[in-house]
C-alpha cells in the first residue's frame, strides 16, 4: 500500500539531546513537510522541502533540522536548541505542482523527560 | 496578514442533528480550500477540497463545503452527524501554489447521544 510512514509512534527524550524523526513516502512526490501540532494551536510548519537536495524553513524552523537526501525519505532531528520539543509531530507529502492536497502519515509524540 | 480562522475551538451536536464548521480566511486572490479531520493521536486526513468551478464541493463522509468568495468563507457542512464524526476538523489554504498548506487551530466536534 502506499503512504507515509512516520517512526517511532512514540519517542521520549532527555533533555539536551538532539533526537531524529524519521518520515518516508512511496506515494513518489516531490514535495514533504513536516508540521508540529499542540493544543489549541493547529499544524505550524517547520520544514518543506519541493525536491532532492532541496528545502526550506517554514514559520517555527529554530531548534529544527532536516535533509532531504532520498525523494522517500525526510528526516526531522530535534535538536537541543529546540526550548520547547514535546509536542506531536506530522510528516506530509504532495506533488507539489499546482493545487494538491498533502497526505499526512500517523504522527510521532514527541516527550522531552 | 494571511491568515485561516475557524471561530470555533469546540462544538457539540447531538446525533443526528445537523453541523456547520465555519472558516474563513484572508488571502488576496482565491486560494485553494481544504477540509481534514483528525481522530485522537492520528494523523490528518482529506475530507474535500475546492479549487475553482461550482462552489459547492461534495467529500468523504457525507460531508460537503460551500465556498463564498463574498463573505471568504468555506464552510463545511453535515446534514446527520453520526457519533463516529467525534474528531478535530481543520481548515487548511494553499495561497501560493506548491508552498504548504496554512492550517486554522481546528475545531473539536463533540457528539452527544
Known amino acids: 500500500d502506499g503512504g507515509i510512514t512516520q517512526s517511532p509512534k512514540y519517542l521520549f527524550r532527555k533533555e539536551g539531546q538532539n533526537v531524529t524523526l524519521s518520515c518516508e513516502q512511496n506515494?513518489?512526490?516531490?514535495?514533504m513537510y513536516w508540521y508540529r501540532q499542540d493544543p489549541g494551536q493547529g499544524l505550524r510548519l517547520i520544514y518543506y522541502s519541493q525536491i532532492v537536495n532541496d528545502f526550506q524553513k517554514g514559520d517555527i524552523a529554530e531548534g529544527y533540522s532536516v535533509s532531504r537526501e532520498k525523494k522517500e525519505s525526510f528526516p526531522l532531528t530535534v535538536t537541543s536548541a529546540q526550548k520547547n520539543p514535546t509536542a506531536f509531530y506530522l510528516c506530509a507529502s504532495g506533488t507539489g505542482q499546482g493545487a494538491t492536497e498533502a497526505f499526512f502519515g500517523q504522527g510521532t509524540r514527541l516527550t522531552v523527560v | 496578514a494571511q491568515s485561516v480562522t475557524q471561530p470555533d475551538i469546540h462544538i457539540t451536536v447531538s446525533e443526528g442533528a445537523s453541523l456547520e464548521l465555519r472558516c474563513n480566511y484572508s488571502?488576496?486572490?482565491?486560494?485553494?480550500l481544504f477540509w481534514y479531520v483528525q481522530s485522537p493521536g492520528q494523523g490528518l486526513q482529506l475530507l474535500l477540497k475546492?479549487?475553482?468551478?461550482?462552489?459547492l464541493v461534495q467529500g468523504i463522509k457525507g460531508f460537503e463545503a460551500e465556498f463564498k468568495r463574498s463573505q471568504s468563507s468555506f464552510n463545511l457542512r453535515k446534514p446527520s452527524v453520526h457519533w463516529s464524526d467525534a474528531a478535530e476538523y481543520f481548515c487548511?489554504?494553499?495561497?501560493?501554489?506548491?508552498?504548504?498548506?496554512?492550517f486554522g487551530k481546528g475545531t473539536s466536534l463533540l457528539v452527544t447521544p
Open positions: 488571502y488576496g486572490a482565491t486560494p485553494y
Open positions: 487548511a489554504v494553499d495561497a501560493t501554489s506548491g508552498y504548504a498548506l496554512n
Open positions: 506515494l513518489n512526490h516531490d514535495a
Open positions: 475546492y479549487f475553482s468551478g461550482d462552489t
